[in-house]
């Protein structure tokens, strides 16, 4: 999906003229950046580069994660890195993204049950152990989703 249709799609709810007023800038603005951005070989393209693309260039110019890692911070959620998907060994390698997936998922339960069976409670330095074991398994879950994306378990004709 590109950057204007994101844009187009977000502020359909609350409406053009709401956002503008809200981020103090004109609705032709936010009209402008639901468009394609203007390219100075087709003069008929009124959009103008939006927050977005400016987002995005910045992230490429800095090669600095943190402002992406913070723009997920100020929508509530966090940054998790796609892993590098390489092709091996299709059919052990399904069930070994598989395995992975169980055992990180195990390694988040045994941290929970621990935490609470010690104390009856989890503490500050419990909670960050079972985020770090969240994080893994959302990385193991995202990579064995982008392998099956990628057509990495399809099987190869004979």
């Not at 890692?69 to 929508?75: D, G, I, L, M, V």
């Not at 985020?131 to 004709?157: A, D, I, S, T, Y």
Request: charged residues 30%; proline residues 6%.
């Amino acid at each position: 999906m590109k950057s204007y249709e994101v844009i187009r799609q977000a502020v359909d709810g609350p409406g053009v003229k709401s956002v503008a007023a809200g981020m103090k800038v004109s609705a032709a603005l936010v009209y402008k950046w639901c468009e394609p951005a203007a390219d100075e070989s087709d003069p008929e393209q009124s959009g103008t580069k939006n927050p977005l693309d400016r987002l995005s260039e910045l992230v490429s110019q800095t090669k600095d994660i943190r402002l992406v890692r913070w723009a997920c911070n100020q929508a509530g959620g966090f940054y998790v890195p796609n892993p590098p998907t390489t092709p091996g060994n299709l059919d052990q390698n399904i069930y070994r993204q598989t395995r992975m997936m169980v055992r990180d998922f195990s390694g988040l339960l045994d941290s929970v049950t621990e935490s609470v069976e010690n104390d009856q409670q989890i503490d500050l330095k419990e909670a960050d152990t079972i985020r770090q074991k969240w994080e893994e398994l959302k990385q193991n879950v995202e990579h064995f989703v982008l392998l099956c994306e990628k057509g990495h378990f399809l099987k190869k004709p004979k």
